[in-house]
């Protein structure tokens, strides 16, 4: 989080951005109570996500693309309903980091995008299975289907 919070924000917002993400009382509640591994650790990917995505358009760098697949297939690895959630806001802030650029080159938005798309793959043989095999599990069951409860 230091990182990216330091690119985008500098020295002494980025040191208050990386101590207000590792002690955000999400991640308390999360690990003591809930004990989701997982999730908590998926939280480590994102801002990595966000870091190699801008230096990817800024410089166009294989470098860039092959650490930020790595790190979207491990965000996607570690928990998929955050993953899920989280390519939205990547999307975003990308397009937003292009739009900023001096010279806007379509070429930036392919690399980006084969960076996303590089990770999918990267992390395929979990989220396939786990996409067209969730008619054999109980999962439906686990749905709430009556709505919210009444006070």
């Known amino acids: ?6 690119e985008e924000f500098g020295k002494i917002s980025g040191f208050l951005a990386s101590i207000m993400y590792l002690f955000a009382p999400y991640h308390l509640v999360d690990m003591h109570f809930r004990v989701s591994v997982g ?3 998926s939280f480590a ?3 990595l996500i966000f ?3 801008k230096k990817l358009i800024e410089t166009r760098k294989y470098k860039f693309l092959i650490l930020g697949s790595i790190s979207f297939a ?3 690895l570690s928990h998929l309903a955050i993953a899920l959630i989280a390519i939205h806001l990547v999307g975003v802030y990308g397009f937003i980091i292009w739009t900023k650029k001096k010279t806007k080159k379509i070429i930036d938005l392919v690399y980006w995008a084969g960076s996303i798309f590089i990770g999918l793959l990267l992390s395929s043989f979990y989220w396939i299975p786990a ?3 969730v008619q054999y599990t109980l999962y439906s069951f686990t749905l709430p289907t009556g709505g919210f409860l009444s006070l």
């Open 1 to 6: 989080m230091y990182s990216w919070a330091k």
């Open 74 to 76: 491990l965000l996607i």
């Open 45 to 47: 990917f994102i801002p």
């Open 131 to 133: 996409k067209f095999e």
């Open 39 to 41: 999730e908590t650790l």
């Open 51 to 53: 870091l190699y995505s």
